[in-house]
């Protein structure tokens, strides 16, 4: 049940997206190389929209996804505009030879920004975040 919602500490946050990482990594090194990439990406867009806003990880560590404008969990659509900032790098490792070079150069320095925000902005939100009107919460239950 949703209540009394209130600011989550960040090293939460850290850790329930590591835990979901850790599954998307999981779900990339499986033996079909482009379904393995694709389960993966599709994981990361739509992890937060489940049952009450809470991926696996975030369930884990008892937070929550909230839109800010409707005040309720976060749904599909909002899980795939915030995460796409932390999907796309995924994408990444489709790319034959190359695909780790872009990872290095361009996801790596994408998620250390999105690091970067969330521990500098006064409500913690990330550049996903803003672009969904939502905000990650502490989960507690009545």
């Known amino acids: 049940m949703l209540a009394n919602l209130q600011k ?12 979901d990482l850790v599954l998307m990594i999981a779900l990339a090194s499986l033996p079909l190389y482009t379904a393995n990439a694709l ?3 599709l994981y990361v867009l739509i992890c937060d929209g489940f049952k009450d806003g809470r991926s696996l990880g975030k369930r884990v560590v008892g937070l929550q996804v909230v839109n800010t404008t409707t005040g309720k969990a976060a749904t599909f659509q909002d899980s795939i505009v915030r995460n796409c900032t932390v999907a796309i790098p995924v ?7 190359v695909g780790w070079a872009l990872w290095f150069l361009f996801g790596i320095p994408l998620l250390a920004f999105e690091i970067y925000l969330m521990t500098r902005l006064d409500q913690h939100a990330r550049l996903g975040d803003t672009m969904a009107d939502t905000q990650v919460s502490e989960w507690k239950e009545v």
């Open 8 to 19: 989550p500490i960040v090293l939460n946050r850290l850790v329930g997206k590591s835990i």
């Open 39 to 41: 389960a993966a990406f």
């Open 91 to 97: 994408l990444f490792f489709m790319v034959p030879l």
